[in-house]
């Protein structure tokens, strides 16, 4: 793939994550469960992994998670959102090179979201250093079930359209 056409793929897949994000932002809690949300923007990081490969789907998920932070304003956001999307994306890369042929797409994902969301809880014990923190974590875990199935057939429906569209990508 030419570097115009990837500097472009990576752009789209970033921006499509932040207004994913964006959107998801105006949605009313799931749950009364602090932090708990779909994770729509994980759609781009996904996407970029099974369209595009581990170093793009790296690079889309340090790049939406430093710019939502910015656009947020909020520095303990972008510390939170970095820590789960980096070791969430790391799982999957791991999952989906040496898992593929038994762990689908829907099921990277799952393992994506759990991942994220201990991650993320343990991110905000080391800011907050208060251990009731993690009386959240069973109720986030089960909650990533269902939010990484959504996030991951919506992954694969996308990527297969794109496998369709450009039968170089996957």
């Known amino acids: 793939m030419s570097t ?10 970033v921006s499509i994550g932040l207004v994913l994000s964006i959107i998801e932002s105006t949605f009313p809690p799931l749950l009364p469960v ?22 793009m789907a ?43 042929r038994y762990i689908s797409i829907v099921g990277v994902s799952v393992a994506g979201a759990v991942t994220h969301n201990v991650v993320q809880l343990a991110a905000a014990f080391l800011l907050i250093q208060h251990a009731a923190l993690f009386f959240y974590l069973p109720y986030l875990v089960l909650l990533s079930v269902p939010t990484g199935l959504f996030v991951g057939f919506a992954s694969r429906r996308v990527t297969v359209s794109l496998q369709g569209m450009f039968p170089a990508t996957g």
């Not at 602090?34 to 170093?55: D, E, H, R, S």
């Not at 790296?58 to 947020?72: A, F, H, K, N, Y």
Request: hydrophobic share 55%; aromatic share 6%; no cysteine.
């Open 4 to 13: 115009s056409r990837r500097v472009t793929n990576l752009a789209l897949l």
């Open 34 to 55: 602090p932090g708990a949300k779909l994770g729509l923007a994980n759609i781009a990081t996904v996407v970029a992994l099974y369209a595009f490969g581990p170093g």
């Open 58 to 100: 790296i690079e889309v998920t340090v790049l939406r998670s430093i710019l939502g932070g910015l656009l947020r304003g909020s520095v303990v956001g972008l510390f939170l959102s970095f820590s789960g999307g980096i070791a969430s994306t790391l799982v999957m890369i791991v999952i989906y090179l040496l898992l593929d």
